[in-house]
């Protein structure tokens, strides 16, 4: 069964704060991973990694993966209280472009 | 354009009463899916749809039904509803592998289901 695991499972710190979620998987079939950000609706797309060792970078967020030990990092540096959400990783297992989500970080950022 | 649109998007239903929740999407995707996520929870797949015509399970498709009659529009049937189909439900769409693919998937904004 195709699997992904996410830690910590929450997370709460200061604004200014740089924190980094972490996203492991067992999957039979790799395509890509995939990183959504989730506040109150439906998730939004944050990165779509295919290749190890290239960074991902969107303004404060970075990501990063690595195939051969199947995890991936996401960093968010300078947080920011608009940072609080749940951030949900995901891997396409490549049949039909499904994804397996992990249970998902939830970061709250405080002032 | 409208993107992905999903209704109703809040519904309370009885034990053994069944409902449809309607999705249809504009951007000319071939890959359509529904999804529930619990809460504190990730997402997990109910049925996915890779064309017009085309319909097969997730992980967790046990009460529930699909059709995919046109490209744009993909409903998921509840029959018999149960408590344990209290969640939230989200279609999602995709173009199919090519360059037109950049791996996002595109979310309707939810349909919250309560089962009492």
């Known amino acids: 069964e195709d699997k992904v695991v996410q830690s910590p499972l929450s997370l709460v710190v200061h604004e200014g704060d740089t924190v980094t979620l972490n996203c492991s998987y067992e999957?039979?079939?790799?395509?890509?991973l995939l990183w959504y950000k989730q506040e109150k609706k439906a998730p939004t797309f944050l990165f779509m990694l295919t290749s190890s060792g290239i960074e991902k970078k969107s303004g404060r967020l970075s990501s990063i993966l690595d195939k051969k030990e199947l995890f991936s990092i996401l960093n968010i540096t300078a947080t920011q209280t608009g940072d609080s959400a749940v951030y949900l990783c995901?891997?396409?297992?490549?049949?039909?472009?499904?994804?397996?989500f992990g249970t998902g970080t939830r970061l709250q950022v405080t002032l | 354009n409208a993107g992905v649109t999903q209704t109703p998007k809040f519904r309370i239903l009885k034990i053994g009463q069944s409902m449809t929740l309607q999705c249809t999407q504009d951007?000319?995707?071939?890959?359509m899916y529904w999804y529930r996520q619990d809460p504190g929870m990730g997402l997990k797949l109910i049925y996915y749809s890779v064309g017009a015509g085309i319909t097969d399970k997730g992980e967790v498709p046990n009460g529930y039904n699909v059709s995919r009659s046109t490209t744009e529009d993909f409903p998921l049937r509840l029959e018999l509803a149960a408590p344990s189909q209290t969640s939230v439900y989200f279609c999602?769409?995709?173009?199919?592998?090519?360059?037109?693919?950049?791996?996002?998937?595109?979310f309707g904004e939810g349909s919250r289901l309560t089962v009492l």
């Open positions: 951007m000319n995707h071939n890959y």
């Open positions: 999957v039979t079939n790799f395509r890509s």
């Open positions: 999602a769409s995709i173009h199919s592998p090519t360059k037109l693919n950049t791996g996002e998937l595109f």
């Open positions: 995901a891997v396409d297992t490549g049949t039909a472009s499904k994804l397996t």
